[in-house]
């Protein structure tokens, strides 16, 4: 059976830091990309990062791209999603998704597989 479980969300000052986890299991890890997705209620999943299979390939968007880091340690199955500087606009459900391609890995749609999603709140 596969399943994402999304860890270590919660309530963060502005400024302060978080360090979110995604733990795999039910499919072969290495042959997967991962993605890290936000939503807020009424918004669309909006694209936050993600990583190669293999860990050679990053993407972040704009929004993080200078303050966070995405990280795999394939021997434990896990993906880190690491966000720096925290404002409150990364107030957001954030979700973690697996895919087998690496074609678009900012769009949702290429993944297979999806996590329950933590919630972040930003407080000022």
């Known amino acids: 059976q596969v399943q994402l479980v999304e860890s270590g969300g919660g309530l963060v000052q502005t400024g302060g830091s978080l360090r979110l986890s995604c733990a795999a299991s039910?499919?072969?890890?290495?042959?997967?990309?991962v993605g890290w997705f936000r939503q807020v209620p009424g918004k669309e999943r909006d694209f936050v990062a993600a990583?190669?299979?293999?860990?050679?390939?990053?993407l972040y968007s704009a929004s993080v791209k200078d303050r966070s880091a995405v990280s795999r340690d394939n021997a434990k199955d896990m993906v880190y999603l690491q966000i720096d500087n925290l404002k409150t606009l990364d107030t957001a459900v954030y979700y973690c998704?697996?895919?087998?391609?690496?074609?678009?890995?900012?769009?949702?749609?290429?993944?297979?597989?999806w996590g329950q999603g933590v919630q972040v709140t930003v407080s000022s």
């Open positions: 998704a697996a895919g087998s391609r690496w074609s678009k890995p900012a769009i949702p749609t290429e993944y297979d597989y």
């Open positions: 039910g499919f072969t890890f290495v042959d997967y990309a």
């Open positions: 990583i190669k299979g293999d860990g050679l390939q990053k």
